[in-house]
């Protein structure tokens, strides 16, 4: 099996904690969530386009696609409350969650 290389340093270190501590036993998840589902978006009946709520979402504020971060520790099946949020992009859930993460670490272990 061949190794990923990263292309981009800097968002190869940014990463690097997060390996570290799935290594040691740590589980990081990141759930992407369809707000059609939720009933934030609908699919509109002629064209099946995506269109915001009318009734909790008519802005379309809440994008369509969500991301929540769930962080459970070592031989632990529940996840970490604080570290658990949600965003409108991937890079946003990791960039919000490493120095937490880290934090929590520091602070706990």
Known sequence: MELFKWANPP?????????????????IQLEQIDQIGN???????????PIPSQRINRFGDLPL???STY?????????IEELNASFDSPM????????RLEKYVNENT
């Open 92 to 99: 946003e859930a990791y960039e919000w969650l490493a120095p």
């Open 39 to 49: 009933g934030y978006w609908w699919r509109e009946k002629i064209t099946g386009l």
């Open 11 to 27: 968002l190869e270190m940014r990463f690097k904690p997060f390996q570290k501590l799935v290594k040691q036993g740590w589980k």
């Open 65 to 67: 696609i969500t991301w």
């Open 71 to 79: 962080v459970y520790p070592p031989k632990s099946e529940d996840w």
